[in-house]
C-alpha cells in the first residue's frame, strides 16, 4: 500500500494553542524551499461539520478558501507561509469522517458488516488523506492533528496516523510532536515533566515520536534537551528547539540552523537534497522586511470580537503584510465596537481605522459612528464586510438624510434597509454553509480607487455574507458623493465602495485579508497603510 508520498504527522500534548500550525508550517516552508511538491492537512477532531457557525472569540477567525470552505485558522497560516492556495479538503473533521462513513453503510456499501471505529472510521481518515497526496501528486504531506494527546475526541485519527506508518513503512512517515518546556519564574529552571507524561501518552497509543518540537520562552537548554530525549527515547539531535521569535516567519530559519531539514531527508531516505539559494534568498528578503522596521503607523481596528486577537488573525497578518512592504511598524490597537459609542474622538489619534467583518446586532451602532467619525474627520478607512456594510449605513443616515438607515440584520424592520438580506438567502434555514462562501469574479470601473489599487477591471476576492447592499438606494448614494466602483453578477452586488474627495475611504463586500501573503501584501491593505502612513 506504500505511496510515493511521504507523510509528517504532527500531533501536540499539555495543552492546546502551543503553535502545532505555526511548526507545521514551518517544516512545510523548509521542505518548499528544498523544491518539494508540499501541502498541509489539519484535522480538528470537533464534531462541527466545519468551523463556519463557531463563535471567533471562542475559537479563533473562521477562515475562508477560495473554493468556499470555512476551515479552521491554521489553513491561513499554511497558505501564508506556502504562498499558495489551500482547498477546503484539507481540514478535515469528526462530522466530515462520520457522515462519510454514515452515508457508505445506508447505502449498503458495507456488505452487511457491523460498523465500528476500526476499522471502518479509520480506514476514511486514512482514505481522505491518501486522496489528497494522490490528487495533488504531492512529495511530502504534513498533517497536523488538531487538540491534544488524550483528548476522546483525537483517538481515532491518532490510530489512523499510527496505522499509516505501520502499512506506509517507517521510512516514509514521520512524527512529530509539539510539546512544551516551561519555566518557572521562581527558579528559571526549563521543566521537562510536562513533555515526559506527553510523550508517554501517545506512546501508550502506539506512536513513538521521531521528532520532538519543543515550545519555550527561550532556547532549550542542553540539559533539558538531554533530559526529554532520555525519557522520550528520542535521539538528542531529534530534539528542536522551537523558542519565542520576533516573528513566527523566523521559525523555519530556527529549526533549520538545529538540522531539522537533514534529519527529515535522512529519516525519508533522501539523500543529497540541498535548499536552494534562490529560494532562501527570497524568503529571507521577505522575513527581513518584518524585522527591520522602525516608523510606527498606528491603526485602530474596531471590531465585535476584539478580545481574542486571533478572531481576526488573517486581518493582523495583513496589515504586517502591507506595513513590512512599504518599511512602516504597524501598531495595532483592538477597540471593542460595544464599548465605543459615545467615545468617538479618541479615534483621532490613530493614522486610520480599519473594521474587519463580524455579524449581528451588538456593537453595531459604534461601528456606525466609527465609519462616519473616519469619512467627517478625513481618517483614512477600511471597511471588509460588516465593515462595508455599515459604512453604507453610516453614510446613509449623515449624508443621505436616512435617519432610520440600518441592516435588516441589525433590524428587520428599518423604513430604510440600506443593507437587506441576499434574495437567495431567504428562504434558508441552515446557517451552516449556507452563506455566499469563497472566490467571486468582482468588476471594477476605471478611474477609481478601486482600479487604481487592483490595476484590473476583473479580480476574484473570497467573500463571506449574507447581507448586501439594497440597490433601491444606489442612486440616492451616487448623487450624495459615495461611489460604488466595484460589482458582480452583473451589477446585482455591489462589492467596492469609496468616497472620491476622502483621503482614503475604502469599504470591500469581500474579504481581501484571505488572499495577503507575507511579501504580496493584498492591495487594498497596502493602499490602505500607505495613505495611513502619509496621514
Avoid at 537548554?221 to 528542536?240: G, H, M, P, Q
Avoid at 468588476?443 to 476576492?461: A, H, P, R
Wanted: charged content about 25%; hydrophobic content about 35%; aromatic content about 8%.
Amino acid at each position: 500500500m506504500q505511496s510515493e508520498t511521504k507523510y509528517i504527522f504532527v500531533t501536540g500534548g499539555v495543552m492546546s494553542g502551543l503553535g502545532k500550525g505555526v511548526v507545521s508550517s514551518s517544516i512545510a516552508k523548509l521542505l518548499q524551499l528544498s523544491n518539494q511538491r508540499v501541502s498541509c492537512v489539519k484535522i480538528d477532531p470537533y464534531l462541527n461539520y466545519d468551523a463556519g457557525t463557531m463563535n471567533p472569540i471562542a475559537h479563533g477567525e473562521v477562515f475562508v478558501t477560495d473554493d468556499g470552505g470555512e476551515c479552521d485558522m491554521d489553513i491561513g497560516n499554511y497558505e501564508r507561509f506556502l504562498n499558495q492556495s489551500i482547498p477546503r479538503t484539507h481540514n478535515i473533521t469528526t462530522a466530515q469522517i462520520y457522515s462519510s462513513v454514515i452515508e457508505s453503510e445506508r447505502r449498503g456499501e458495507y456488505l452487511g458488516a457491523c460498523v465500528q471505529i476500526i476499522p471502518h472510521v479509520t480506514d476514511a481518515i486514512k482514505d481522505r488523506i491518501r486522496s489528497i497526496a494522490k490528487s495533488e501528486s504531492l512529495d511530502v504531506l504534513v498533517v497536523e492533528c488538531g487538540g491534544t494527546v488524550g483528548d476522546i475526541e483525537s483517538l481515532p485519527f491518532l490510530e489512523a496516523l499510527r496505522q499509516m506508518r505501520l502499512e506506509e513503512g517507517s521510512d516514509n512517515v514521520v512524527f512529530v510532536h509539539v510539546t512544551l518546556a516551561p519555566s518557572l519564574d521562581v527558579v528559571g529552571e526549563q521543566k521537562t515533566k510536562p513533555t515526559q507524561h506527553s510523550v508517554q501518552e501517545l506512546r501508550r497509543i502506539g506512536i513513538q515520536p521521531d521528532l520532538m518540537a519543543v515550545r519555550c520562552s527561550r532556547l532549550l537548554e542542553t540539559s533539558a534537551k538531554r533530559k526529554i530525549s532520555l525519557f522520550s527515547n528520542v535521539s538528542e539531535k531529534d530534539v528542536f528547539s522551537c523558542h519565542d521569535a520576533e516573528s513566527i516567519l523566523m521559525v523555519p530559519q530556527m529549526l533549520y540552523d538545529q538540522g531539522i531539514i537533514d534529519v527529515i531527508f535522512k529519516k525519508f531516505g533522501k539523500v543529497g537534497l540541498v535548499n536552494t539559494s534562490t529560494n532562501w534568498d527570497k524568503w529571507n528578503t521577505i522575513v527581513n522586511s518584518f524585522v527591520n522596521v522602525k516608523d510606527q503607523v498606528r491603526i485602530a481596528m474596531v471590531g465585535k470580537y476584539v478580545k481574542l486577537a486571533d478572531s481576526y488573525v488573517s486581518v493582523n497578518h495583513a496589515l504586517k503584510h502591507a506595513g513590512s512592504k512599504i518599511g512602516k511598524n504597524v501598531v495595532i490597537d483592538w477597540i471593542d465596537s460595544e464599548e465605543l459609542n459615545g467615545e468617538v474622538d479618541r479615534l483621532s489619534q490613530y493614522h486610520g481605522i480599519i473594521v474587519p467583518g463580524g455579524f449581528g446586532e451588538r456593537g453595531a451602532e459604534g461601528i456606525i459612528k466609527t465609519a462616519n467619525f473616519a469619512r467627517e474627520k478625513n481618517i483614512p478607512y477600511l471597511g471588509i464586510c460588516f465593515g462595508f456594510q455599515l459604512a453604507a449605513v453610516a453614510f446613509g443616515r449623515y449624508v443621505c438624510g436616512l435617519s432610520s438607515a440600518n441592516s435588516t440584520e441589525i433590524n428587520p424592520n428599518t423604513q430604510d434597509p440600506v443593507i437587506d438580506l441576499l434574495p437567495e438567502q431567504k428562504f434558508i434555514e441552515n446557517k451552516g454553509g449556507s452563506l455566499r462562501l469563497g472566490a467571486n469574479e468582482i468588476k471594477v470601473e476605471n478611474d477609481t480607487l478601486g482600479f487604481k489599487i487592483y490595476k484590473s477591471n476583473t479580480i476574484f476576492k473570497r467573500h463571506r455574507h449574507r447581507y448586501e447592499f439594497n440597490q433601491k438606494y444606489l442612486e440616492l448614494f451616487n448623487t450624495k458623493g459615495l461611489q460604488f466602483s466595484g460589482y458582480s453578477d452583473s451589477k446585482k452586488r455591489m462589492e467596492i465602495l469609496e468616497i472620491p474627495n476622502h483621503k482614503f475611504y475604502l469599504g470591500v463586500q469581500f474579504h481581501p485579508e484571505f488572499s495577503s501573503r507575507p511579501g504580496y501584501p493584498e492591495g487594498s491593505f497596502e493602499a490602505f497603510i500607505q495613505a495611513a502612513s502619509s496621514a
